[in-house]
């Protein structure tokens, strides 16, 4: 547009705000310059960034992050042109929205699996709600060109332009490389200081300058810029072709209230200003800290402006105050200031305008009419301007005159310069200490969310492109709660975003810890798909043979990963008590062994007689299979595939493989062998005698290994393996052998067939290619988790480690390949290796026991400073949570903060691990749905049943003392103990029965 017509488009437009009213007349804006970027119709520039917080918030001390920041944004401050305004939104009353929304996909996930785990889910979400706030943190970038290029300001005049008419138009060159360059500073300065970030889009920053005015959800409104859509038809000469941005934001008017007061629809402000600083350094964690003490706590904004110091201004009334100090001690006291000033801005320092704005609100639909809103209202802000009064002594200011010019100054978007509040020159690196700098998650939103300490949720999502693997190790002291921080992850796992069914789950663990998880996901399945969740306690019984010789249908030899699985359990069982390898490089001896037993049974096969399989036999020949005395099992199990009788191709496969007693025989009798291996050992007995005598051995300790396989998982997606009765008992040599060759045989059974890839199709007969190659697809696509608790018990095995190893190198070199996250759990950080210390992409520590322990810590996760003490101050979990270091590695870097693990007391419920509340537990299961007991014992007992029990052993001991409960305690007392336990579960089925018959 020519310059006349754009004079004559902004004198109409002023007079028709003049008489439409004063809502829209702060806002300044009036369309887009790029995608990110807002145009003002005095030709500034306005961008928006949302500032999720800290990565390392404990780790980072906070003068040196203002040192940081001050160093990188004072050089935009120190001449007119560029404003900076920090915006923190605080409030309570929408932490359940908050949280609903970061649980969202989850719940999506558990629908679409089957999984009714909604009503859990919701109890997570109002738990969260009631310890945190929703909390939102804005940056706003102002340029001026007015003020950095007058000259071409003054020769354009206002580039109005579009601006009447919420124009979407390119600024003008030299405003516009200005403006994103002094953006690049910016976010170059809060990426150095650890601060994670992202920009939002223009109609983004719209929509939120209209939700804090008038509470509608950010996402409800979006801004129609020119050129989208129809253009309206004019009435009159006032009336645009585009509804101005102004009047899109301020759609509705707004009006005054007792003076200071604000209705803006149905939401009331009360805005009040900074008028004295603190008279000492603070930060915002000291105002955080009050602002959350109240209960419940004050919704409040807090706008930070950091406007140019003026240079001229502040020198007239340096020079004025100097000359008029005589007159007053408050004047002195300013020249001294200035003098201060002077001298730090000598010295290279930058300085800064800075005044801060609040405003708390309510919604007005909660209270029945507006003088009881309002009454709220005045309490909300006493106690508000209460709590800031505190934060150093501040003083405070009430607004006198516009309120809706005080709620503007509080706004992102609007009154770049602090609007009417007083306003302070400050050092740029001390103003920047009073902005809000909060913990943040690498996660924008997760199936599991965590709390910091102080209340904010900070979600976690396994298996998600935020980290290049999923590695997770989990490290506590007895009782600190790692069973219960393996269960919740693996349940955040199972409702990872995108599911259809449940994901591929193998838990390896010593004792019921993740039967719970198991039972809850069972309890949530409709009861014709509960074989999809499976916990099986794994026993030494030839009833329950697992040969570990088995291979993919129609595979005649092992592949790279099974033959590795192999040469590494068959040596750990060569291996005498004590030693890390077996004897005489035995290991390529096994190796050969192997491989001989699978040709042999390929070249000779096994005989299908009419004992074996007599039912697959029958159906064989009714299908036309040419049976004869020489047939074999191999004949068959093709026939039957090539009729597609894919399940009993497979149970007849497990008698055409090898078994145990043939590698035995193998090594007995192979010549081949003989002639490479006849050399001796240093005890004299033969390297081949030794190995065929403790695989031998072998066969007889571990009954469970003496045949072909009896016992399937079928389809099953969650598996838990209990290793309790089949592990090693004790610290002897023999019981940690014992225990890892459990470990390995579980881990082959549970979560073999997740390491099958592409690459291994070429190794496989053709007939069984295209069969594979759908099972591969299906199973390479697939979320899949393999985890070990109480990995204590076996990492002193090389051979166990060996092949862990390797299971993580693969999955940390190809993790997209396999799709594949590990979880590795213990006691204490020398359980680990340090190839798991060094590929852990995830790592939960959950207390450290002394402070030798928490040395130890430091040194190996790089703890310093607030983190190192905070290892020490870690104690048991309490209703409030357990409490935890983490450290992650993520696309943003390596984020180390400090987490509280809070869940609801259903959750608790459901993954407690605790004698008692197992039994109680269990005991109502058995009569009643899961669910329906999780939620009557969270109702009944939130935080457990051991505090009852107490209670009602010191009731039947006529009040005593509690000590006697040291001296007693159930294991020795144990009819007693039983006996209150069950007059619990009678109390609690008698509630249950009531609800159901209700």
């Known amino acids: 547009m020519s310059d006349p017509v754009n004079s004559l488009h902004r004198a109409l437009r002023a007079l028709h705000e003049l008489f439409k009213g004063p809502a829209a007349s702060f806002c300044r804006l009036s369309g887009s310059a790029d995608d990110s970027t807002l145009l003002a119709d005095d030709g500034s520039l306005l961008s928006v960034l949302k500032i999720e917080g800290l990565l390392n918030p404990a780790a980072e001390d906070p003068d040196s992050i203002s040192q940081i920041l001050g160093e990188k944004i004072g050089p935009l401050l120190d001449s007119r042109g560029h404003y900076l305004k920090f915006v923190f939104d605080y409030d309570p009353s929408k932490a359940e929205e908050d949280s609903r929304l970061n649980f969202r996909s989850a719940v999506s996930s558990a629908r679409r699996s089957g999984l009714r785990l909604e009503d859990l889910i919701e109890s997570q979400i109002r738990f969260l709600s009631e310890r945190s706030g929703r909390e939102r943190f804005y940056c706003c970038l102002w340029s001026s060109e007015r003020e950095l290029f007058p000259r071409e300001a003054k020769r354009k005049g206002s580039p109005g332009d579009l601006g009447a008419f919420s124009g979407s138009a390119p600024a003008a060159a030299g405003i516009s490389a200005a403006h994103q360059g002094a953006l690049a500073s910016l976010e170059r300065a809060l990426f ?28 409800a409104f979006r801004p129609v810029f020119f050129g989208e859509g129809f253009p309206l038809v004019p009435e009159t000469p006032f009336d645009p072709l585009y509804p101005s941005l102004k009047e899109q934001i301020f759609h509705a008017d707004c009006e ?8 803006a629809e149905n939401t009331l402000h009360a805005p009040f200003f900074v008028s004295v600083f603190p008279r000492e350094k603070r930060t915002f964690k000291d105002l955080f800290r009050l602002l959350t003490r109240g209960n419940p706590p004050v919704p409040a904004r807090l706008a930070f402006s950091l406007s140019p110091p003026g240079k001229y201004a502040w020198r007239l009334k340096t020079a004025l105050a100097r000359i008029l100090s005589l007159s007053s001690p408050e004047n002195r006291r300013l020249a001294e200031a200035a003098e201060a000033l002077a001298l730090l801005a000598e010295k290279g320092e ?51 005159g516009d309120p809706l010019l005080g709620v503007c100054a509080a706004l992102p978007g609007l009154l770049p310069h602090g609007g009417p509040a007083p306003k302070a020159l ?33 979600p976690f999502s396994p298996s998600s492109s935020v980290q290049a693997a999923w590695i997770d190790l989990g490290l506590a002291p007895m009782g600190a709660g790692k069973s219960l921080l393996l269960n919740a992850v693996n349940l955040a796992f199972c409702l990872k975003p995108g599911l259809f069914r449940p994901p591929l789950l193998a838990v390896v663990d010593v004792g019921p810890g993740s039967k719970a998880l198991v039972d809850l996901l069972r309890s949530a399945l409709p009861a014709e798909r509960r074989h999809e969740a499976v916990h099986v306690k794994l026993r030494l019984s030839r009833d329950e043979a697992v040969n570990p010789f088995d291979t993919p249908l129609g595979l005649r030899a092992p592949l790279p990963q099974h033959l590795s699985f192999l040469v590494n359990f068959f040596s750990l069982l060569s291996t005498p008590p004590g030693a890390e390898t077996p004897p005489g490089g035995a290991e390529g001896m096994i190796r050969q062994a192997v491989l001989s037993c699978y040709r042999e049974k390929e070249i000779r096969g096994t005989l299908w007689t009419e004992d074996l399989e007599p039912e697959i036999r029958l159906r064989a020949l009714k299908l036309g299979f040419p049976m004869s005395p020489d047939a074999t099992v191999w004949e068959g199990v093709d026939f039957l595939f090539r009729k597609k009788e894919i399940h009993p191709a497979i149970l007849l496969q497990r008698r055409a493989v090898p078994v145990l007693e043939d590698l035995i025989l193998e090594i007995r009798q192979n010549p081949s062998l003989k002639a490479v291996y006849g050399y001796r050992l240093e005890s ?28 399937s998982l079928g389809d099953a997606r969650v598996v838990s393996l209990d290793l309790d009765e089949a592990a090693g008992r004790g610290g002897s040599p023999a019981a940690a052998r014992r225990t890892a060759v459990m470990y390995m045989l579980a881990r082959h059974l549970a979560a073999g067939r997740f390491f099958l890839m592409p690459e291994d199709l070429p190794l496989m007969p053709e007939l069984y290619r295209e069969h594979h190659r759908r099972e591969i697809e299906s199973i390479r696509t697939e979320p899949k988790r393999l985890c070990y608790d109480e990995l204590h018990r076996v990492t002193g095995e090389r051979a166990f480690v060996r092949q862990i190893a390797g299971d993580l190198e693969s999955t940390m070199r190809e993790s997209r390949k396999w799709n594949l996250s590990i979880g590795l759990y213990s006691q204490s950080v020398e359980d680990f290796p340090q190839v798991m210390l060094d590929l852990a992409t995830s790592v939960f520590l959950l207390g450290c026991g002394t402070q030798e322990g928490a040395r130890i810590l430091s040194r190996v996760f790089g703890l310093e400073g607030a983190l190192k003490e905070d290892l020490l101050k870690i104690g048991k979990p309490s209703k409030n949570g357990a409490e935890m270091i983490a450290v992650f590695k993520t696309a943003n870097g390596e984020v180390k903060t400090r987490l509280v693990s809070a869940l609801s007391p259903e959750l608790l419920w459901a993954f407690s691990s605790g004698a008692e509340d197992v039994f109680l537990r269990n005991a109502l299961k058995e009569k009643f749905p899961l669910l329906d007991v999780l939620k009557t014992l969270a109702a009944e007992h939130p935080y457990g049943i051991k505090g009852e029990l107490e209670r009602r052993r010191l009731r039947e001991e006529g009040g005593g003392d509690p000590d006697f409960l040291k001296e007693a305690p159930p294991e020795k007392d144990g009819a007693r103990f039983t006996g209150l336990l069950q007059g619990i579960v009678r109390e609690l089925s008698e509630k249950l029965e009531n609800a159901r018959s209700l």
Do not use: H
């Not at 009419?369 to 301007?385: D, H, Y």
């Not at 700098?437 to 939103?445: G, M, Q, T, V, Y």
């Not at 004299?684 to 016992?711: C, H, I, K, N, Q």
């Open 684 to 711: 004299g007995e033969g390297v081949l005698d030794y190995v065929w005598r403790a695989l031998s051995e072998a066969l007889r300790d571990y009954p469970l290994l003496s045949g072909p396989t009896l016992f």
């Open 350 to 400: 930058s300085l800064a305008a800075l005044s801060v704005s609040l405003d708390t609100s309510l919604d007005l639909g909660l209270f029945p009419n507006v003088p009881a809103a309002l009454t709220e209202l005045r309490r909300r802000k006493a106690e508000l301007m209460k709590t800031i009064s505190g934060w150093g002594e501040c003083q405070l200011q009430s607004v006198a």
């Open 426 to 458: 400050a050092p740029v690196k001390d103003a920047l200490r009073l902005i809000p700098l909060r913990p943040a998650s690498p996660w924008e939103e997760g199936p599991l969310a965590f709390l910091s300490p102080d209340g904010k949720l900070l």
């Open 192 to 219: 150095s200081a650890g601060l994670l970030f992202r920009r939002l889009d223009a109609a983004a920053s719209l929509g939120l300058v209209r939700e804090f005015v008038y509470g509608a959800k950010e996402d």
């Open 256 to 263: 005054v209230l007792e003076r200071d007061f604000l209705r």
